[in-house]
Nanobody
């Protein structure tokens, strides 16, 4: 049974940083694309960042480009997102997702596997 478990969320002030982790179990995703999405109250789930299975290609939403960095450690079957210069509009539940292809997508339907999410709250 595949499980994706996010961690690292919390409450920080605007301008601060957080690093989210997503550990996968049940199968290896070392050759599969993985990504981060977020969902704020009353809004649809939106793409944040994704990384290809080989780690060579990364993609970012315009709203986080230059502030967030996605990375992966295939030996640990884990991906990360380093979030810097956080803004109140980054407040959301952040979800990890894993796919069945090497190439990374930017839409929710690209990824069949999802974690339960971790809350990130940025105070102004």
């Amino acid at each position: 049974q595949v499980q994706l478990v996010e961690s690292g969320g919390g409450l920080v002030q605007a301008g601060g940083s957080l690093r989210l982790s997503c550990a996968a179990s049940g199968r290896t995703f070392s050759r599969n694309a993985m990504g981060w999405f977020r969902q704020a109250p009353g809004k649809e789930r939106e793409f944040v960042a994704s990384i290809s299975g080989n780690g060579v290609s990364t993609y970012y939403a315009d709203s986080v480009k230059g502030r967030f960095t996605i990375s992966r450690d295939n030996a640990k079957n884990t991906i990360y997102v380093q979030m810097n210069s956080l803004k109140p509009e980054d407040t959301a539940v952040y979800f990890c997702a894993a796919g069945n292809t090497v190439g990374a997508g930017t839409t929710t339907n690209w990824y069949p596997y999802w974690g339960q999410g971790t809350q990130v709250t940025i105070s102004s």
